[in-house]
């Protein structure tokens, strides 16, 4: 190169574009590793709410049939959809 000033601001570039790129490296493997920790709670926790949301729907159905007030007043307090039919 002709100047070390231009030597020396090239280089700096360099570097702090090489000590971003580390950081960023690191920054997506730590986020990486908590997703993985977190995946099988939000699976179990979609899995509950589905099975929840499910038996709601099976009280409803029957209290389609058995027309209890007690569980009305219960579904309504839980905001369930009626049962489709």
Same mark, same amino acid.
């Given at each position: 190169?002709? $100047? ?32 993985? %920790? ?6 179990? %926790?979609? $899995?509950? %709410? ?33 049962? %489709?039919?």
């Amino acid at each position: 190169m002709k $100047s070390d000033t231009t030597t020396t601001v090239l280089n700096f570039i360099l570097a702090m574009l090489v000590i971003l790129g580390v950081v960023f490296a690191m920054l997506s493997i730590i986020r990486t590793r908590e997703s993985r %920790a977190i995946t099988p709670l939000v699976m179990q %926790a979609n $899995s509950r %709410a589905m099975m929840f949301q499910s038996f709601i729907t099976d009280v409803n159905t029957y209290n389609q049939q058995a027309k209890s007030p007690d569980i009305t007043r219960i579904l309504q307090s839980l905001n369930a959809k009626p049962a %489709a039919h």
